[in-house]
């Protein structure tokens, strides 16, 4: 418990009635095993003196965004990009013929089953679609996203489908020194404009997918455009070489999950930093408070068994899923 | 005078007999207009309250790194570059009859007038030196360098040659919640050996010039390998490129150096910041305690007079020069 490990520098959340001590700084994880690694981990890397301390600056750890801070059922990515087409095919009606856009178009959004959507193919579109326009015009149709869209299926606004218990793990790290950073295959700049007033992230921890920018005269005064050029798809063996660009040294937690196998060269990175290190994979196993569904090879499950990674089992390990 | 201010939330440095005050953050700055707005500066923007308050959050600061923040006369960049040919040419004989390289291996280190260098081109070279090998390798051949040659001027390891007056703002602005960051022309692999332990700046706070990365097996496990590809040259418009892509957002403060003009970019770019903002453009006219040099041109001095950023001579703003 963390209250008897004397760890808790702060309380991220008030204390709740049924968690089990009132010092609980992760009350909507289930009491077990997988907790106590998480505290044990936390104990021994930021107790000096011991063998396994680790300094602040080193105390990196990566979160995956789709499908582990919050939902990806549907793609967050996949709406905005199809609100935003939605908004700009009047001024350009050229948009809609393109092939793939028009198989974007075709998406239903209601049809929760998006497990089988090529991230890759469905990036590019959405990074593509995005090209050729100022960053800040681009930030500011994030902006109207998230504040006029709501998820299909909860009929909420996507920002608030984030998972409790996670938003209470981030907390408890960052009270721990930890530095927490998002690694996500979505483009960098979307998860910018929410990830400080979400995660209390903020934009200089985000690492994500990207098109090459440009620093020029735009509308008569210099400013950053989006070149219509992939710089790096942050998603399987390219989140290792996003975190050496934005960190330059494997983080010493990790956290993905289940859906596609995007997560599992970052964990192994994670794996291979020389500190003592923990990986964390969550598994979609709730169909009745949220989704489920897993891989078709289930290579992300078999890798995390081979190098010892901690599974999280949203419908074992969580007792709450979203904030109240 | 900061103590006046109240600023002082930790002394970076012990006082000094020739402070004005023992409470002095920046006791190697001469009193006068510019350390005045420096510490107006801070002030502002950190004060509660005050109308141009940033939150810490947004708190960043950008310093270039040679000619800024350590000697530039010889490049430190071609000087590793040139200590680790030397170390390879006997393993690749065909290394020194490159072009490129013979031009490199010709350069005569005591002759110190570097400043007509194209750094473009030096950059490119010696970002292809270090190409194809593994990104370990290269860091030990770095580690190598540093632990063992010296400035052929002042005949110290080149870590020592900072400029002490910058030490202390660095540690000023830290002290002030300031993320400080390295924003430099200089490999990116290079600076982060080096900029935690000479100016407490973490590996995940520099930017520089890259070249493309990998995640691959090499030598039987997987790890990060340095593709033969310039990633990014973070010079001149590439510098705002370079913040835009690690952190998201333009700095509040930016500090560059008058020899190539290749700093104009970042502190326009810091400039068009929505925060009130800062910038420094150091003048190098000490051929006393240093170098004196200037800019065929003198873009960078002619646009810090139009865009009203504050010029540091060296010979007058600052009472020492090196650490003692």
Redesign the interface.
Known sequence: MAGGLGLSLSLPKPARSDSQLSTDPLPSWRSGELKEAIFNFVQRVCTLGSPHYIPP?DR?ATFDNDGTLWCEQPLVQAMFTLAYLRTQIDDHPDFASKPMVADLLELDPTDLSYRQTATDSLLRVALWVTGNMA?AEFREAVNRFFATEVHPHYRLAYSRLVYQPQLELLNYLQAHGF?TWLCSAGD??LM?QIS?TVYGI???Q?IGS?LE????QVDS????WRRPVI?LINDR??K??GI??????PPVLACGNVRSGGDI?ML??CH?SPYNSLQLLLNHDDADREFAYGEADNASLMVAQQQGWHVISMQKDWLEIFPK
Chains 1, 2 share one sequence.
Request: aromatic share 8%; hydrophobic share 35%.
């Open positions: 600056v990196i960053q530095e960098v700049d910018r400080w903020p934009a200089q985000v990207s920018k440009e620093y020029r005064r210099l400013q950053i710089d063996d390219g290792p070489v050496e660009r934005a960190i330059g040294k060269a192994t990175y291979s």
